[in-house]
């Protein structure tokens, strides 16, 4: 019966052909190599950062203050005294110096060596051990989806929903006397349907089983199964696990032999033993006489989805980790089938099933212990329906039936990915399968509920009947046992029926018939059976459905057999060819059918046949076929039969109906392929690869009609773009980032490949072996983890690869050659090992007579393609592309043609077809980008793809050709766009992919002369080749052209030029509207870079040189955009960048590094052929407005820049440095300054702090934290911006702050633009581990960044050397380098940093000592910094470069006195900001420096050695300052003092002292003191002016500190010391940066800044006025402007400030009186200050701050405030107490200064008097009444005026006024009468405030108030003369009060609304009670003082404060 393959239907064969064929898969030898499969990920990134060295940091090494405070503690509890001034005792001093450790000595650091070996000697140390990969240190950008990533598709598989594994463990029913039979099944509710097949199973113990022997034949062990895996593809809550069981047919219907399960009790087995027996016995005759028949029992079901959810899930979590945040919503089908679900299903299965999640649950045993009797009547899939529905509800009717009770155990868990044992549906056993004696698993078929689209990838042929009912009630005789047998007949003989019914359980494997259950006495049953047939894979008009019916009697009666035939139907297997299959209601026949029946159908009335009910169909059957075979579709069968009648010559052709000849069927055939599109989407999507072979066949081979040959080629093109198309469009959820269909791409990658494809057999190379591959059975391509073996075996490796550079067509192309040719030694290897090896060249068939290349036809029909066919292939270009690039590489290789020169490899027709196809769709590109975004985004990246593959296959030349055309075509459209970024955003991707090419570099030509390449280029053998050193690449070329996008540049570097040309456009600050491109074009070169830097080909450093030529110009375009990138100096520390060039100079130099190249570029043309004059995008325009560059661009262009700088020649580089001009360098060396700071190392402590922030995941979160972080948000950065802004141009280059101020940077942990790390942000606690990790990546990107700068500088310092006359650039160098210095180090540059140094001034020693004085300073600093490192090797070189700078400042002028003046100020400034400074470290290095002065014996004999000694102690004593500064540095105002006092003690040594100006300023603005800060500048401005005005006499300058008095009078202490005790022109002293005039301007500049910040706007002026004529002298027109500007924002800030009500928009600040009292206190015992606090502190914000800091230092309990602000008297107080008294005070002005002082400012600047007042009564309580109550006024005068350099001042005197009651009455009345004034005439009126200030002066509760105090001092006239005059001030005061009420009121009338009419009156009403109240006592006057003629005495009005004021001073 089983025929070989060759007699089957030819579609069979074909099917069976794709489900088994081995694949042909193209690999390229290196693809995986390229960016698109080698991305830079994190795990790549941490394999490539094994077994890096940890660098050592000192701000790691810093302890945590912490225990830093501990150490402290000790400190504190000594007296706070400064008793001793600011100098120590010398003796002491010395003695802790003497007996310190020095650190190690440097070896041979005094020989005398020559240059050159030093620097070879420093070269050689750094280059060693240097991490080779620079990109492995650096995070890979975050880019959500890279566009060149190519994902490969998913292998072809079987389709599985989530799976289930279901074990059935035992079943026990309360009596045991028969056999039961199980069955399970899945029902979907929702959709009413079956959703699997049955799963039948048997849990009877021997002993029953044993009952039905005779009927039984020997079970095969695939039937004796009880574990089965069930898939759902969409699960929901509707799905429920149906179990069915049977049993052995007995007489009675289905209620009576369920009784006895329901009524006995296992418990009552030995009561009821008698009864149990006689039932025993009864079912033993029935298993005996009827056991081959069986009757329904009983059913119950198990609500799946409640066991899934209520198991509890188990690791959710982990799997949605897996899944990714994406693709949560959709079913887990799609991850492991990637959605193949359909559009529509997709939207059900999210609706609400989120829950519904097989994989991850827990497994459940459980235990079902009811089940329902089947009712006879209630059989049918409709009824079943019902009752799950019901089963839902609460109050079910099921629960209402009497159960059966029973113990069904089932295990419930999801599938493990690899089961063992299992069996398919097909009862095939799938690997892994051990051992075939153990019970299997069976795979049990599901029926999805909705469609599935996958294609089949297994051979499948499976027929389901499913017998529905039978209507017999019409029929007459006896049929009521109705059981009805089914068998699958080939013929009409009974001998004709197959063996190929499925066995249920414990049975035969296969038998030959199937019979349904009985129902007792029901003539018109329902069945539920279900039969299952394995299909004949060749099927004929015989093949049929047979059912038989019959009567079974079940009494045994004489004579009456035992089943009784009652009619007979039949369903034929093809009706015209097609399988037959669907729902059927047929008639039955009585009597056994005639002769060949079986090609007719029952419904057709056979002459003489009686039938039941009269031929009216009573049989419903359902027939459903599950085939990978028959396609159940009549359009894709038409077409399927059409093609293979073609094919085998079969004429005429059947289909259905029609016969078709020969003739109609080329029409016919054309129909039919149009016709596919009305097909079903899910047959299509079955049936995909067969169709789309078909297709591309009738392509390939043009059939031959009638002698004809038909040209098939446009309709199957057509045919294919609309398949191809409406995949696309329902199954959308099934695509890749590119639009590409997964289930296309998978074809095309494994099952696509040219038909017929014969290699001549005698050929020798790959052609001639033979290609075997193993005819695995495809079931086995199951899960991913069978899928490595399957893809061995099945798939056929082609490599091919690497463009053939080879310009002569001669020479083969080796590379490609050794990998065909050992790729096809291994198949023959791989082949023996192989049993059933069939060559594959065999199977394919013979040649026909034309034969078309797929490649060259596809090409064609595409270009000549129009209207809708042109638009839906265009929308799926890839898909075309894809498959006509896989046809070249087949083409190629099934005809040898691998080994020809790529010239000769396709015709010129073919080439041409491509160069138009590539024109075409960049034309649309360009014509339709605006409309159709997303279409032509797709289009765009296809295009690419394509040419990037066609570089593995085709002529160089002739793919940059294509390239060319697209590019000229896009810049052709550039020219006429107004935003072009869409386009240029869209040619950017295009040129990402073309650049992911795995042989991007060669197809570069990185190793050619830069010479027009006329002759062929050189063979690829010299890019490895070492033997070609440098010497010959830099011939007598101009070495400009290697660094620019020169003509001969972009010629030979093809692509490199197009992509650096693309950078330099982008990043072109005139360049409209591409600002938002730039991360993008920086992360193509980034990409690159990246990829060539991990590339194994390319670790050589010779090749990586070469590879690094590529990119020189990117150093030129970096340098351009330098105003452009983000500046990362400013959130390090004040300075700005240095910038040697100033902005105007680099609108001059623009125009000299990309000039007419990028033009070129843009117009894409090879020669300068342009329209416009010059480029349209680099119009030097002045005053440019630049766009910065973001951070994280700015950085990843630093980086490809380093890395660049890295890796290129150092003799090119040198060669190139020497060409440029000296602004170009320093522009260089201003890059290398920022790239110091943009790579610095971040600490670990930073790491940590970022740790501990957890954040939103959110773009704009990522903003802000980006800002936060970086530092533009807040004041500080604001001061830093606009200090950058004045001083960064000023000719000295920076600010004040270039003393380190460490603190700062501390601070700014400035963060890593790692937005890997910035996107996740930090799920929160990173293990301990990974920050380490992290820190230690850091500490090395750091450490690299900076040695490849040091490198540079040494490369331009060579440079320089040799032409001698670029020696202004040293400057720069030494900046950088001290930059570096000042950033945060690692030890291992530190060394290398210093060594360079110490070079770089024993090369050119007067540049430090007297060129760049300044920058000498700077070096001082940085030097001593790093001689206090908590690390040894750091010390010791420090101080050994400090050694040789005196030795050398030495042997220029035999006295150092420029070094010793640095050195102390350094220190100073050192001790005076540096938080965490440590005087031990120190010590040990002056110790050292005195180490070296011993040594030294060329100088012993000089004065140096004493020098250096005096030097290192005066170091020393600073040292001891430092202590004592430590000991306050919790106290600021102490330490201000201390600061200040120390400053004073330098009053003869002015730099020093402004030094520690500078230091106080610097501790001002930490604490956001502005104004203090300010004063402190001024300070210095002046003290700087002093010595200028000695120096030089220019009119303009200020005269010295007296111009500066109108800013504060306090400035005049700055005055200069008598001329003859310091002389300017010494040297060393005033050799400062600050002590000239620009170093003056620059601190006015910030001073005035600072002032601003403090709101002094009046202050601002002030200062502007000593610098406007500054600049006026120096004709600085544009300082002018930026200062007026300045002035017109500070006096309109003025204006805009003075309207609010009482001027409250600025507030300076809040005085308190604060007095000391208690020995504890030291020196400040009984001492007065008055402190200035940030405006609106509250006394208890001072008194607690106070409190808190001393009660810290003594003891809580020691420290007491005093809260009154009466006298204190000592001798009261407590001796062992420390007590501080605390007054709130304002500023007191005499009347007379009130006349200056109008303004708000004016009244709170330049303060230097203070008040406060104190309540009393003469019998000692504060408080009495109005007649007895005094008023104390304390004045008191300070030292300085306010604001001052410090925020306390000394009280320097006290004076005390005494008020007497009335006196105290007017000032309040006064007080009252002025509320009311200001209320009545504020403009804009408030009426609130009027009506609050009304209230109390006129409203009816407060009246006591104002009249009380007129009835209590105006009632009588006094009777001391003396109180005359109070008395009628206070009259007065009274009159004035009335008229005020009166205009208050007058206003409030016109101000108020209806609704406060009654308010008003109100008012009134007191208003004139009050007056009358008032009239007799205003009106009555003391006649005395109104008499004519009076002697007026002079002294009248002080007479009464005489008596009372005391004054103490």
């Known amino acids: 019966m089983f025929l070989t393959i060759h007699d089957v239907d030819p579609h069979v064969r074909d099917c069976v052909k794709t489900y088994t064929e081995d694949w042909a898969i193209v690999n390229r030898k290196y693809h995986k190599l390229s960016t698109g499969f080698n991305p830079n990920t994190l795990d790549k990134q941490k394999e490539r950062q094994k077994g890096l060295p940890k660098q050592i940091f000192e701000s790691d090494e810093i302890p945590d203050t912490n225990s830093y405070q501990d150490d402290q503690d000790d400190l504190k509890r000594r007296s706070v005294s400064i008793d001793d001034t600011p100098r120590g005792s010398w003796a002491c001093s010395i003695f802790d110096l003497k007996n310190s450790l020095p650190d190690a000595v440097l070896p041979n650091l005094l020989d005398r060596s020559p240059i050159e070996e030093i620097d070879q000697q420093n070269e050689e140390q750094r280059k060693a051990n240097r991490h080779k990969e620079l990109f492995a240190l650096y995070p890979a950008p975050d880019e959500d989806d890279t566009i060149e990533r190519h994902s490969i598709p998913e292998v072809p598989r079987e389709h599985f929903g989530q799976r289930l594994l279901v074990k059935c463990l035992s079943l026990k029913f309360e009596i045991e006397i028969e056999p039961i039979f199980a069955s399970l099944a899945l029902y979907d509710v929702r959709e009413k349907k079956k959703i699997s097949e049955n799963f039948f199973f048997d849990l009877n113990s021997e002993q029953m089983k044993g009952m039905l022997r005779p009927h039984v034949p020997p079970a095969a062990i695939s039937t004796l199964a009880r574990s089965a895996i069930f898939s759902i593809t969409y699960p929901c809550q509707d799905v429920f696990l149906v179990i069915r069981l049977e049993k052995v047919l007995q007489q009675g219907d289905i209620g009576e032999c369920a009784e006895p399960y329901m009524i006995f009790k296992e418990s009552d087995t030995t009561k009821n033993k008698e009864k149990l027996e006689k039932l025993k016995s009864q079912a033993e005759q029935f298993c005996l006489r009827l056991g081959k028949y069986r009757m329904p029992f009983a059913w119950t079901a198990i609500h799946l989805m409640n066991i899934v959810n209520s198991a509890g899930s188990l690791e959710r979590d982990s799997t949605d980790s897996e899944i990714g945040a994406g693709e949560r919503k959709g079913s887990w089908s799609e991850r492991r089938n990637s959605g193949l679900v359909g559009r529509r299903s997709l939207e059900r299965t999210t609706s609400g099933d989120e829950s519904c999640n097989l994989s991850s649950f827990r497994p459940a045993t459980l235990t079902v212990t009811n089940f329902f009797k089947q009712e006879g009547d209630r059989l049918s899939d409709e009824d079943l329906y019902k009752f799950l529905a019901d089963m839902r509800r609460p109050s079910s009717v099921l629960r209402r039936l009497r159960p059966i009770t029973a113990q069904l155990k089932i295990d419930i868990s999801p599938a493990p990915e690899n089961p063992h044992y299992c069996l398919t549906p097909e009862l095939l056993q799938v690997k892994p399968y051990p051992d075939t004696r153990v019970r299997p698993t069976k795979d049990i078929l599901e029926f999805p509920s909705r469609d599935v689209y996958v294609p089949y990838t297994t051979y499948r042929n499976l027929l389901y009947v499913y017998p529905q009912s039978l209507n017999f009630a019409n029929r007459q005789g006896s049929a009521r046992n109705i059981t009805v047998k089914v068998q699958f007949m080939s013929g009409e003989d009974q001998n004709n029926a197959m063996q190929v019914i499925f066995g249920k359980s414990s049975c035969a494997e296969f038998t030959k018939e199937s019979y349904t259950a009985v129902i007792y006495h029901n003539r018109s049953p329902d069945f539920h059976e279900e039969i299952k047939v394995k299909l004949p894979a060749y099927l004929t008009d015989h093949h049929h459905l047979l059912f038989t019916f019959y009567h079974v009697s079940c009494q045994q009666k004489q004579n009456t057999p035992l089943e009784t035939p009652v009619g007979y139907t039949w369903i034929p297997m093809l009706q015209n060819g097609r399988l037959k299959t669907g729902q059927f209601c047929l008639p039955v026949s009585l009597e056994k059918p005639p002769q060949s029946y079986s090609v007719l159908s029952p419904e057709v009335p056979l002459p003489g046949m009686k039938w039941v009910d009269n031929h009216k169909g009573v049989f419903n059957v359902e027939v459903i076929a599950v085939s990978s075979v028959h396609t159940q579709d009549p359009y894709l069968d038409k077409f399927f039969a059409l093609v293979h009648a073609l094919e085998e010559h079969a004429f005429p052709v059947r289909i259905g109906d029609l016969r078709i000849l020969e003739n109609d069927l080329e029409n016919e055939l054309k129909n039919s392929i149009s016709a596919l599109s009305s097909a079903q989407l899910e047959p299509v999507v079955r049936f995909l690869h067969q169709l789309l072979d078909k297709l591309v066949l009738l392509i390939v081979r043009p059939p031959v009609i009638a002698g004809q040959i038909v040209n098939m080629g446009q309709p199957s093109f057509e045919a294919m773009t609309s398949i191809v198309n409406r995949l696309h469009k329902n199954l959308e959820a099934n695509q890749d980032q590119h639009g590409r269909n997964n289930l296309l791409a998978s074809y095309i990658y494994y099952v696509f490949r040219l038909p017929s494809t014969e290699s001549n057999p005698s050929s020798p190379g790959p052609g001639g072996c033979v290609l075997g591959g193993s005819m695995h059975y495809a079931t086995m391509a199951r899960s991913a983890a069978r899928l490595a073996s399957l893809s061995l075996s099945r798939s056929r490796s082609l490599s091919n690869s690497n463009p053939d550079i080879s310009g002569t067509p001669t020479s083969p192309d080796d590379e490609v050659r050794t990998i065909i040719g050992s790729k096809a030694m291994d198949r023959s290897n791989r082949m023996s090992s192989h049993t059933e090896s069939t060559s594959f060249l065999q199977t394919l068939t013979g040649r026909l007579p034309t034969k078309k290349l797929l490649h060259e036809e596809l090409a064609l029909q595409w270009v000549v393609s129009s209207g809708s066919v042109r638009e839906s292939a265009l929308h799926q270009a890839w898909f075309f592309f894809e498959l006509m690039v896989k046809s070249m590489v087949h083409h190629l290789y099934f005809s040898d043609k691998l080994d020809t020169s790529r010239k000769a490899r396709f015709p010129e027709r073919f080439m041409d077809d491509i160069a138009a196809l590539v024109s075409m769709i960049a034309g649309d590109i360009v014509t339709r980008f605006q409309k159709d975004i997303e279409l032509i985004e797709r289009l765009n990246v296809s295009l690419a793809f394509f040419l990037n593959d066609l570089f593995s296959v085709m002529d160089r030349g002739f793919v940059f050709s294509l390239t060319k055309t697209y590019w000229k075509q896009v810049s052709s459209k550039l020219y006429a766009l107004q935003t072009p970024s869409m386009l240029v955003s869209l040619r950017l991707d295009f040129l990402r992919i073309i650049c992911s090419h795995e042989h991007y570099v060669t197809l570069n030509l990185p190793c050619s002369l830069l010479t027009p390449p006329s002759s062929p280029s050189p063979s690829v053998s010299s890019a490895t080749s070492q033997s070609s050193g440098f010497s010959t690449i830099v011939q007598d070329q101009k070495i400009a052209n290697m660094f620019e996008l020169s003509v001969p540049f972009r010629q030979q570097h093809y692509l490199a030029g197009l992509v650096l040309t693309e950078l330099a456009l982008i990043l072109d600050p005139e360049a409209e509207g591409l600002f938002g491109l730039h991360k993008k074009v920086v992360n193509v070169v980034h990409n690159l870079l990246s990829s060539h830097d991990s590339d194994p080909r390319y670790a050589d450093v010779d090749v990586k040189a070469r590879v690094a030529t590529l990119y020189l110009p990117l150093i030129g375009i970096i340098m351009e955009s330098v105003p452009q990138l983000y500046d990362f100096t400013e959130s390090l520390n004040q300075r700005g960048r240095p910038s040697v060039v100033t902005a105007d100079d680099y609108e001059s130099e623009s125009s000299n590094m990309i000039n007419q190249t990028v033009a070129m570029a843009i117009a894409g043309a090879s020669v300068p052929q342009l329209s416009r004059p010059s480029s349209f995008l680099l119009t030097s325009g002045t005053g440019r407005q630049y766009t910065t560059f973001s951070a994280e661009s700015s950085r990843s262009l630093l980086i490809c820049l380093l890395w660049v700088l ?699 108030g104002p009249l009380e105090v007129a009835q209590v001092f105006l009632s009588e006239i006094p009777n001391d003369p003396k109180l005359f005059r109070h008395h009628n001030k206070l009259r007065l005061c009274f009159k004035d009060f009335t008229k005020r009420c009166e205009d208050a009121l007058r206003k409030n009338k016109s101000l108020i609304g209806p609704d406060q009419k009654e308010y008003q009156r109100e008012l009134e009403r007191n208003y004139h009670r009050l007056k009358e109240a008032l009239q007799p006592l205003i009106s009555r006057k003391i006649p005395q003082l109104y008499k004519p003629v009076l002697p007026i005495s002079c002294h009248r009005d002080s007479f009464s404060r005489l008596s009372l004021r005391k004054v103490d001073i």
């Open 1206 to 1904: 890295k890796n290129a020649d150092n003799m090119v580089l040198q060669k190139w440095f020497a060409d440029l001009s000296i602004l170009q360098l320093n522009r260089l060396l201003d890059l290398m300054y920022l790239c110091v700071s943009c790579f610095e190392y971040k600490g670990k402590k930073a790491f940590e702090r970022m740790n501990s922030l957890t954040f939103k995941k959110s773009k704009d979160m990522k903003a802000k934290l980006e800002e936060a972080i970086l530092g533009s948000i807040g004041a500080r950065q604001e001061m830093v911006r606009r200090s950058r802004g004045q001083l960064e141009r000023s000719p000295s280059g920076s600010a004040f702050g270039s003393q380190e101020n460490l603190r700062w940077r501390k601070d700014m942990t400035h963060w890593r633009q790692n937005s890997e790390k910035l996107d996740k942000i930090f799920v929160c606690d990173r293990s301990r581990a990974e920050l380490e990790h992290e820190a230690l990546i850091d500490g090395n990107l750091a450490t690299e960044a900076n040695l490849i700068i040091l490198d540079t500088l040494e490369i331009i310092v060579q440079t320089v050397s040799v032409t001698e006359s670029k020696e202004s650039v040293l400057g720069g160098v030494l900046k950088v380098l001290l930059h570096t210095m000042a950033c945060n180090q690692s030890a291992l540059y530190l060394q290398h940093c210093f060594a360079t140094q110490r070079a770089l001034v024993s090369k050119f020693p007067e540049l430090l000592f007297e060129e760049e004085t300044e920058l000498c300073a700077d070096l001082c600093l940085r030097l001593l910094r790093h001689c206090s490192s908590s690390i040894g090797t750091i010390r010791a070189h420090a101080s050994a470069s400090l050694y040789l700078l005196m030795r050398q400042n030495f042997e220029i002028g035999n006295n150092f006195a420029r070094v010793k003046m640095q050195v102390t100020m350094s220190l100073s400034s050192l001790v005076g900001t540096s938080q965490n400074f440590n005087e031990e470290f120190l010590r040990r290095s002056l110790k050292t420096i005195l180490t070296y002065a011993e040594e030294d014996l060329e100088l012993r004999e000089t004065t140096f050695p004493d020098q250096v000694q005096d030097l290192v102690f005066n170091l020393h004593m600073i040292l001891s300052d430092t202590v004592k500064m430590k000991e306050h540095q919790e106290d600021p105002e102490m330490l201000i003092d201390l600061m200040y006092r120390i400053a004073k003690g330098y009053q003869t040594s002015p730099d020093l002292r402004l030094t520690w100006l500078q230091n106080m300023a610097g501790k001002h603005s930490e604490r956001s003191n502005r104004a203090e800060a300010a004063q402190c500048l001024v300070h210095s401005a002046a003290l700087v002016a002093e010595y200028l005005s000695m120096l030089e006499d220019r009119k303009y300058l200020p005269v010295g500190c007296v111009t500066f008095q109108n800013i504060s009078f306090n400035v005049l202490e700055e005055s200069a010391v008598s001329d003859d005790v310091l002389s300017p022109d010494e040297e060393g002293i005033c050799s400062g940066k600050y002590f000239t005039e620009a170093g003056l301007v620059g601190l006015l500049e910030q001073a005035a800044d600072l002032f601003s910040m403090a709101g002094m706007y009046e202050a601002v002026n002030e200062v502007y006025k000593v610098l406007i004529p500054i600049h006026e002298a120096n004709r600085d027109a544009k300082k002018l402007a930026t200062i007026h500007g300045k002035l017109q924002d500070a006096f309109s800030k003025i204006v805009h400030q003075s309207t609010g009500w009482e001027d409250g928009k600025r507030m300076f600040g809040t005085y308190f009186r604060v007095g000391f009292y208690g020995s504890k206190f030291g020196d400040l015992d009984e001492q007065e200050f008055v402190y200035k606090e940030p405006a609106i502190t509250k006394l208890a914000e001072i008194s607690h701050r106070l409190e808190a800091f001393y009660g810290e230092r003594f003891g809580e309990d020691v420290v007491e405030v005093i809260k009154d602000s009466n006298p204190v008297d000592k001798c009261k107080l407590d001796p062992n107490k420390a007590y501080i008294q605390i007054t709130y005070v304002e500023p007191y002005f005499d009347t007379y200064e009130m006349k200056d002082r109008i303004t708000y400012f004016d009244k709170n600047y330049n303060l230097r008097r203070f008040m406060y007042c104190t309540p009393f009564t003469l019998d000692g309580r504060a408080h009495g009444d109005l007649h007895e109550q005094f008023k104390r006024k304390t004045i008191l005068t300070v030292s300085h005026t306010f604001p001052y350099i410090k925020t306390r001042i000394n009280v320097t005197q006290k004076e005390e006024v005494i008020l007497t009651p009335i006196e105290v009455a007017i000032e309040d009345m006064q007080k009252k009468t002025q509320e009311l004034a200001f209320a009545t005439h504020q403009d804009p009126a408030d009426p609130k405030m009027l009506q609050m200030v009304l209230q109390g002066s006129v409203g009816t509760t407060v009246n006591q």
